[in-house]
């Protein structure tokens, strides 16, 4: 019996063939410093990541590939623009509940060392009531509008184009946590107005793990987090002001950035429609089938809503850790449980304590392999 | 005529087989995200990645393997290290002028924001001249010695122990740069007071690019960098204090640390004596055969002294970028030319306006090569 993986959301699996290919090539044929010096394998790693930013520059609607930095996840994207931006004691920003620690925690922390203030929306309210909330929000000091484009835990995905123009006609930063969203749903950072975009190699872009993309607009001037070596401008005492280099220092991860290149180019080929149609197939039959089941709350929207392919639940009078154990051990289906780092999600939604399991779908997933977790589900159930 | 890859001081190339090999399993066979789920595949990648923490705290003399940290390169390890260290204002820190930019940039980075000063010592003296420098510019502000163990410009060796011994005495933080010596010189933290220790996986440790580590002393407290999901402790608003949590946030490059767990078993089989002598070797015959060409400029130590296998040097009246590129095109040799992200050093040695050709070997690299790159550079300097 083959393992079913139900926990994209954490890391896609398995990845398209060239992708493993990719970075096997890297590391064998030209594995030399990228921009550390003119000799031919450098020059050839150098041409395969420049490859990758102007590819990831196109599918989110950045003009300069420059301005797309590498890093090695989404939460160092996320610090190195949290982080970053200018603050001055007073400020105020404008995040969600539903919000990663990978956001939550460096606005705390620039809270804790800036004096910043920060006001968390539970955005699980209709459009209109939920742009009436961002407005209410905004001050005089407001800075910044920092929100997730999809939720990890429930599903939910927040209309980030809106959320734009409302910071816009504000003249706020706004940047976005694409983590669950980027290689699923169309992101536009002209149209949407989306000033930092942040997101991940290894998730929906297929990429491989030690990857994360942080797009910087023209018009941002973030302070570089990391300080170092750039292979350029080395008579520098300071950050070179030159992009990529002022927010990459060090080596970059060359077969990483090739293999997540390989990705990339696999999403295009598929398109971004299908892959979404796909995984709303998936949830939406999963979640209809978990419905069936007496004793399983849901966590967020139903199928009927536009959301991503991720569902949280809880089985009455099952400890959800041993549920995934079971699951995990005997049917051989793996799932998260927990709170997936994301507490202030489950405290909106009342699992604070106890969490939930999660189960989250991706490109190869297939209608099969729900109906099989379905099975367990109920065979589990009917156990206790 | 095959390539000949002299810039291993930058990226070591090519790889054990084992590596490329360790790399595509992880992508392939249990992609999954460590220690963000109880799910057999979870399990797996944490158990080669708690492999390799342990694996790298036997090699470099550290009790814990929890001191162990994965980052992107060894950059984003000393920022950690030296943006982490809690100065207060007026703090002093003594460091070198063979430092890289990875720790001149932070350091500076540093001094501007937290108001501390720094002492840059020329270390290009003998052992007990180099000593006194030291212990002449400790004052009672004085909190760390940070120094790079090996020069990726001259190949000089410091003498860590005994800067060790004096920064004990001095009860001072004793931070190393190993950048140029992990996976070559032998390093034991407890033996040389050793308190972090920072190196890049994808250099002597022959780990794929996108691996770096920091190892913290027990004892030491720094303050994370980066602030993040850390797969448990979801609900505590700050980073956790449990290691290396503490110092991990985001998901770790599974594969590159598969892959450079491979390149640390392959070093420990040949052991470290070895692979330094073979590297001595060509070094010394590489040096004796420059000697014997007119107008060759070698900077930094002789053959006859411990050194690294990193050899610069100028040719009167080429230009070095040209140089390089004819070594490339026409020779099928790969050798850095520039500054090599040492201004300091450069400046040291009087090349800060023109830099260096830089070669550099490793285990892989033979005696042949070396020849052939000695007569390519006689055939060119005829040229000229």
Known sequence: MSYIYFDQAASSFPKPEKVGQAVLEAITEYGANPGRGGHSLAVRANDVIFTARKKLAEMFGEKNPANVCFYMNATQALNQAIQGIQFEAGDHVISTSFEHNSVRRPLERVKDTKGISISYIQPDVDGKRLFELFENEINERTKAIIVSHGSNVTGTILPIEKIGQIAKAHNLLFIVDASQTAGVLPIDMKEMNIDVLAFPGHKGLMGPQGTGVLIVGDHVDLVPLIYGGTGSHSEDVGQPQKRPERYESGTLNTPGIAGLLAGIEEINRIGLRKIYEHEAELTSYCLNRLNE???????????????????????????????????????????????????????????????????????????????????AVKEIKSFF
């Open 293 to 375: 089941i007496e004793g399983i709350y849901i966590l967020g929207p139903d199928g009927n809503t536009n959301r991503l392919a991720v569902i949280s639940f809880t089985i009455e009078g099952i400890d959800i850790h041993e549920a995934a154990m079971i699951l995990d051990q005997h049917y051989q289906i793996g799932v998260r449980s927990g709170l997936h780092c994301s507490p202030l999600a489950h405290s909106l939604i009342g699992t604070n304590e106890i969490g939930a399991i999660r189960v989250s779908f991706g490109l190869y997933n297939t209608i099969e392999e729900v109906e099989r977790f379905i099975e």
